[in-house]
């Protein structure tokens, strides 16, 4: 296999958990919205915790993409 090739597969294994990615930060918000429906007056607090857990689930789509990257470019 020659070496373009072997990064290609490389990075494309990388960004394989960007599709947990998505389904988390759809888990995330569909349990905001059912929690704040179901009581809005704990909006307050259930939208920080929502933004916390937002954040750490996009930082390992910043992490799974960085690999991909440093893949393909190095």
Known sequence: MELAAAK??????AVIGLGGVGAGI???FSSLISS??????????????AMLGFALVEA?????LLIAFLI???
């Open 8 to 13: 290609m597969v490389g990075a494309g294994l």
């Open 26 to 28: 759809g888990s995330i």
């Open 36 to 49: 704040i429906a179901r009581n809005p007056a704990s909006r307050g607090q259930v939208f920080g915790l």
């Open 60 to 64: 390992v789509a910043l992490y799974a």
């Open 72 to 74: 393909l470019f190095t």
